[in-house]
């Protein structure tokens, strides 16, 4: 898998190129209980689809449920101001 800064990086860079690497991403981790990849991952889609709120707010919602089961609490945060913000909570 992509590092997630290099993701990110491409994210930025090139879309069209990023799409693939991150749906790929997103699959190899799927079902892998690793909750603070999975975290990471779905927010780095909110950053590809910054500009679709319903993939936004579906992603948002994926990352805060890896959040409460990472029990990262800055990141249950985060998220929760996120989806408050766009009325998902």
């Known amino acids: 898998m992509t590092d997630t ?5 491409l994210i930025l860079a090139d ?4 799409g693939p ?4 991403a997103l699959r190899d981790k799927h079902d892998s209980g690793d909750t603070a990849a999975l975290l990471t991952l779905h927010n780095l889609a909110c950053l590809f689809w910054k500009d679709d709120e319903a993939k936004v707010s579906f992603h948002l919602t ?6 409460l089961e990472a029990g990262d609490e800055d990141a249950i945060r985060s998220l929760h101001v996120k989806l408050s913000a766009l009325g998902r909570i």
């Open 21 to 24: 690497v991150l749906d790929q």
């Open 62 to 67: 994926h990352a805060y449920i890896y959040a």
């Open 15 to 18: 879309r069209a190129a990023a």
């Open 5 to 9: 800064t290099t993701l990110e990086t």
